[in-house]
């Protein structure tokens, strides 16, 4: 097994007509179970490398290696099934279910019905999609968000070893963006699939990539390396122009909540138990309200002590409990969620919901404090470096 799941070499896309190659002499190495981000602006040839990559068009010159075998002319229908490809639009066929969307590969694969079924079910689940629910609607009947999922779960439905995403969540609203990439994020710990993950959203590369290729004109890159270097040293005035301002801002997007070396951990109760005993243990902490937990240990309720002394049920006083985040979520996304929470921090929940602990600004500070502090080293480290030479 080799490293390098895709290797790009000098790849060409000259379209007739054209005076410039659209993609000229791109060469990048994807390691394999990462998620490389191609990041630049308009026209600069985003979809068209990726649609060299599956061969969706046929590159002028230039290899395609795919796990150390040349497919440059391999069968492009064989090599488009060990390759998922989601794009903006989903591209679901209107007049078949999700299911029978979903089936599409295994289908052409010769899988047998029981097979393809289980396969289905498994995949809308793994998309967070209850299988008795979607499996027969048709796409229509889906949110945007929705019909995105069922993209991912049709490009993961042979278990493709490679991923082709371009602009996935591009046409979505900012709140089901968000959720839709921490949900992405989350299985690709599980699936460990290799992705090249189009955008020209470089706060969406900053969260998405293990590696960046910042893009100019023509594919030709600009920078390949780990979002921290992209912030912390940009090759050149194009990258940092394209980083734009408010770059350490956007580092809160690289440290994840389970980063975090502190968190603080909120008194806990069941909304079962007798209010006199949680009075008590709120009593014996230093918070003013506590978290109320269901059965399952999922955040219910913030309660006070005052709430406590009501004789009214558990689950009607205090305010409920929201700005959930899990652990995948960036340091970004918890701040946004901890300023408009009922209880100024924000609540860290694992997969399934179950309370872990808690975020709060002094939490945040403490960690941008230490990026500060990372950061003014390394420029120090740099400087002595410069003078030293
Ligand atoms: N079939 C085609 N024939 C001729 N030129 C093309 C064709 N497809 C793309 N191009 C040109 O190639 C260049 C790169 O296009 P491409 O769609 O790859 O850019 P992109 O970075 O994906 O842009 P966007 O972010 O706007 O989708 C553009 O100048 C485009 O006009």
Redesign the pocket.
């Known amino acids: 097994m080799t490293e390098t799941m895709i290797e790009l070499v000098e790849l060409t ?1 000259q ?4 005076k410039q190659p ?2 000229d002499r791109l060469s990048l190495s994807v390691p394999r179970g990462e998620i490389v981000v ?1 990041v ?12 060299l990559v599956n061969r969706l ?1 046929e590159p002028t010159s230039g290899h395609i290696v795919l796990d150390g075998e040349d497919v440059t002319s391999a069968d492009p229908d064989q090599l488009r099934r060990r390759i998922g490809y989601v794009i903006q639009e989903t591209g679901l066929l209107p007049h078949r279910t999700i299911a029978q969307n979903i089936a599409t590969v295994p289908k052409l694969n010769g899988w047998d019905k029981g097979r393809i079924g289980e396969r289905v079910d498994e995949l809308l689940g793994l998309v967070g999609m209850d299988p008795g629910t979607y499996r027969s609607r048709y796409p229509k009947e889906l949110s945007g968000g929705q019909r995105q999922r069922v993209g991912v779960a049709r490009a993961m439905a042979a278990d493709p070893p490679v991923m082709l995403m ?2 996935p969540f591009g046409a979505i609203d900012p709140i089901t963006r968000e959720r839709l990439q921490n949900e992405f994020l989350r299985l690709h710990q599980q699936i460990r699939k290799t992705v090249i993950f ?1 955008t ?1 959203d470089i706060d969406e590369a900053i969260k998405m990539g293990d590696k960046i290729a910042v ?1 100019r ?3 030709h890159v600009a920078q390949f390396d780990t979002p921290e270097n992209i912030l912390t040293s940009p090759a050149d005035d194009y990258v940092a122009d394209f980083i734009g301002a408010g770059a350490s801002l956007k580092r809160l997007n690289l440290s994840r909540v389970r980063d975090l070396e502190v968190t603080s951990d909120a008194p806990t109760g069941a909304t079962t138990e007798d209010p006199a005993v949680l009075q008590r243990r709120l009593g014996d902490s230093d918070w003013s309200a506590m978290l109320l937990l269901d059965g399952e240990r999922r955040p219910s309720r913030w309660v006070t002590a005052g709430d406590l002394r009501r004789d009214e049920p558990l689950d009607r006083v205090g305010l409920p409990a929201r700005a959930l985040v899990e652990p995948h979520a960036t340091l970004a996304d918890a701040l946004n969620e901890l300023i408009t929470s009922n209880g100024g921090c924000a609540i860290i929940v694992d997969g399934r919901g179950a309370y872990q602990g808690i975020v709060d600004l002094e939490t945040i500070m403490a960690a941008v404090r230490t990026m500060r502090d990372q950061h003014a080293a390394f420029y120090l480290a740099q400087k002595s470096h410069a003078e030293g030479a």
């Open positions: 896309k379209f007739p007509g054209q659209a993609v191609l630049g602006p308009s026209g600069c040839g985003k979809t068209t490398s990726m649609e068009i371009d602009e189009v020209h893009l004109d023509q594919s």
